[in-house]
């Protein structure tokens, strides 16, 4: 019997599923939406969650700030994205303790009929 899997791999393996996550997630704090399958959006949430927790606890001065940031950058990958995760998106979600995500079904798409999805920053 082969080793249960922790979630969907989405086609790949695992370090396929962390790299694509990453790109999903970077891309979403630039555009503040992307529009994506509805595995993949739902998949990405609590992930893009974790990031902005993660930004928000960034935000206090002290010897644990440079940490949580490289911690970021080396999950995103991307400096610029790591920037604007820390000094724009973050401060927005100061006093709210979750639910940073929306995610909108769209429908299905016409060439496979996917079931679409809209996620965005709330």
Avoid: C, W
Avoid at 30 to 40: P, Q, S
Avoid at 50 to 71: F, S, Y
Avoid at 78 to 85: A, G, I, S, V, W
Avoid at 96 to 114: Q, S, W
């Amino acid at each position: 019997m082969p080793t249960p899997r922790k979630s969907k791999r989405f086609g790949g393996g695992a370090a396929h599923q962390r790299l694509m996550m990453a790109n999903l997630a970077a891309s979403l704090f630039a555009a503040e939406a992307i529009v994506t399958t509805e595995a993949k959006a739902k998949a990405l949430r609590p992930l893009a969650e974790k990031l902005i927790t993660k930004a928000k606890k960034a935000q206090d001065e002290g010897p644990m700030r440079v940490h949580r940031i490289r911690q970021l950058q080396g999950f995103l990958g991307d400096r610029e994205m790591t920037h604007k995760l820390v000094n724009d998106v973050a401060p927005r979600y100061i006093d709210r303790n979750g639910g940073y995500t929306r995610i909108l079904k769209l429908g299905t798409r016409h060439g496979d009929a996917a079931e679409m999805a809209r996620i965005e920053l709330v």
